[in-house]
């Protein structure tokens, strides 16, 4: 089974910045896709960045481009979303999910597994 967990979530002030981390089990890491998404109370959830099981090709939405930057560590089975310049309507619990399809995230299909999420609140 694989499994996702993602960490990093907290409360900072508008222009802050956040590191979230989605921790990758089931020995997928290394030819995963994986999606960042977030939703808030009465909205759809929202893809925010995808990226390859290599890394070469990366997707970010664009009301996040220039302020958010997508990585992984395959050795470390870790994908990373660093959040800067935070904005409040970046508020929201942000989840991780994977799939070995890499085309899945980046044409907004649904992904095959997903963590639980992690909140991040932008308030003054």
């Known amino acids: 089974q694989v499994r996702l967990v993602e960490s990093g979530g907290g409360s900072v002030q508008p222009g802050g910045s956040l590191r979230l981390s989605c921790a990758v089990d089931?020995?997928?890491?290394?030819?995963?896709?994986i999606g960042w998404y977030r939703q808030v109370p009465g909205k759809e959830r929202e893809i925010v960045s995808c990226?390859?099981?290599?890394?070469?090709?990366?997707y970010y939405v664009d009301n996040v481009k220039g302020r958010f930057t997508i990585s992984r560590n395959n050795a470390k089975n870790t994908v990373y979303l660093q959040l800067n310049r935070l904005k409040p309507e970046d508020t929201a619990v942000y989840y991780c999910a994977g799939d070995p399809y890499g085309a899945t995230c980046f044409f907004g299909y649904n992904m095959d597994y997903w963590g639980k999420g992690t909140l991040v609140t932008v308030s003054s």
């Open positions: 990226i390859s099981s290599s890394g070469s090709n990366i």
């Open positions: 089931g020995f997928t890491s290394d030819y995963y896709t």
